[in-house]
């Protein structure tokens, strides 16, 4: 059983966002030093997140539908596109998508605390079938967007078995993730999040 997250709308291209919002809300986590998986994840049909892309274009996640506990996804990030399903289970994201391989693999896990590490299939973002190395490298990072600052976001850095090609990923609680940086720069980062207005459907 998981906790039913509060409905937020951000828009983060909003003329004049002085001060952005920081994301955090009080712990559901046991310390200030542990993050659970489900704290990121939206469980809201028609939740959407734009992105602005490194060759300035515009980039889009958006949740389709939310039933039986699942979501399912649709991405489209430049020339990358990919649909599938999220869902949380004993606190650990899941995610299922033929641009993963077969199987479900681990988007975040139950609890994290900086040093985290697992093993997955590479992401959607790097575009290998290879299996890559998460860790958790950061708690409250600071991250700069397009049209303001973000804090109190969750840092994973994904690399090749062997520690090459580091992709950096942000996630904000209750909004997911933010940015991707791949090794040479910004992938894409968010300028609007709607939360969604729908619910589990049976």
């Known amino acids: 059983m998981h906790r039913a997250l509060p409905l937020i709308v951000l828009s983060f291209a909003a003329p004049g966002w002085a001060n952005p919002p920081t994301s955090r809300t009080p712990a559901t986590a046991t310390t200030e030093a542990t993050r659970l998986g489900a704290e990121y994840f939206i469980q809201k049909a028609g939740a959407s997140w734009t992105y602005q892309l490194q060759s300035g274009g515009r980039g889009r996640v958006t949740i389709n539908a939310f039933v039986d506990w699942k979501a399912s996804f649709s991405l ?6 990919a649909s599938g399903t ?13 641009a993963r391989g077969d199987g479900e693999v681990v988007v975040l896990p139950a609890v994290m605390t900086r040093g985290t590490r697992w093993q997955a299939p590479a992401s959607i973002e790097k575009g290998t079938r290879e299996l890559a190395q998460y860790e958790v490298i950061a708690l409250d990072a600071q991250v700069e967007l397009p049209n303001g600052t973000l804090d109190g976001c969750l840092t994973v850095l994904e690399s090749g078995l062997d520690g090459s090609e580091p992709y950096t990923h942000y996630y904000a609680p209750n909004v997911g993730k933010v940015a991707v940086r791949g090794p040479a720069d910004w992938l894409y980062r968010l300028v609007e999040f709607r939360s969604g207005s729908r619910g589990h459907a049976e």
């Open 76 to 81: 489209s990030l430049g020339k990358r596109s």
């Open 86 to 98: 999220w869902r949380v289970k004993e606190g650990h994201w899941l995610e299922r998508s033929g």
